[in-house]
T-cell receptor
Framework: AQSVTQLDSQVPVFEEAPVELRCNYS??????LFWYVQYPNQGLQLLLK??????LVKGINGFEAEFNKSQTSFHLRKPSVHISDTAEYFC????????????FGSGTRLLVRP | DGGITQSPKYLFRKEGQNVTLSCEQN?????MYWYRQDPGQGLRLIYY???????QKGDIAEGYSVSREKKESFPLTVTSAQKNPTAFYLC?????????????FGPGTRLTVL
């Protein structure tokens, strides 16, 4: 069975500091990888996705993520966070097979403090 | 502006009542989805639809029903058979139902059972 693990339920960080949100996955088939952001009481918005090619993917709002196949990880990073980055971040995978399914992690709440 | 609308934003239900959550999209997407979000958990798929007049059960379909009579609309009914319906419900759509397509989310409906 496939699964996505986000070990950190909450990450507090000071404004302008760097941040890394961790994501690991388990799958018997190759996957595509996604990061979504959810602001309070809103829907999800795509930050970035990895389909193929360069393992370093750049997304919106200055975020980037690196796919590491050997470690089955897709960690999200930002060199300098803003108060407005406070939100919940979800890692998700979809399978490179005939299925459509998007499998989500449990989310990491990023709390940026002034 | 193209997007997904969900109504109502907040919904209160008495035990034993059926309620219907609305989801409308003007993105001309073929595929639509319903997810349930509980605190500290990722999103879980309830139902999805690839095309008009067709829909499939997701991981947690028991106690829910849907219809897809128009491309733009994918309403979700939470029936009295759903034992624990209090949650945040998110509707999403994608151009097609493939592993690489980005899913676009609505703002969500928060359902509370009194």
């Amino acid at each position: 069975a496939q699964s996505v693990t986000q070990l950190d339920s909450q990450v507090p960080v000071f404004e302008e500091a760097p941040v890394e949100l961790r994501c690991n996955y388990s799958s018997s088939v190759s996957v595509y990888l996604f990061w979504y952001v959810q602001y309070p009481n809103q829907g999800l918005q795509l930050l970035l996705k990895y389909l193929s090619g360069s393992t370093l993917v750049k997304g919106i709002n200055g975020f980037e993520a690196e796919f590491n196949k050997s470690q089955t990880s897709f960690h999200l990073r930002k060199p300098s966070v803003h108060i407005s980055d406070t939100a919940e971040y979800f890692c998700a995978v979809s399978l490179m097979d005939s299925s459509y399914k998007l499998i989500f992690g449990s989310g990491t709440r990023l709390l940026v403090r002034p | 502006d193209g997007g997904i609308t969900q109504s109502p934003k907040y919904l209160f239900r008495k035990e034993g009542q059926n309620v219907t959550l609305s989801c409308e999209q003007n993105l001309n997407h073929d595929a639509m989805y319903w997810y349930r979000q509980d605190p500290g958990q990722g999103l879980r798929l309830i139902y999805y639809s690839q095309i008009v007049n067709d829909f499939q059960k997701g991981d947690i379909a028991e106690g829910y029903s849907v219809s897809r009579e128009k491309k733009e609309s994918f309403p979700l009914t939470v029936t009295s058979a759903q034992k624990n319906p209090t949650a945040f419900y998110l509707c999403a759509s994608s151009i097609y139902i493939t592993s690489t397509d980005t899913q676009y989310f609505g703002p969500g409906t928060r359902l509370t059972v009194l």
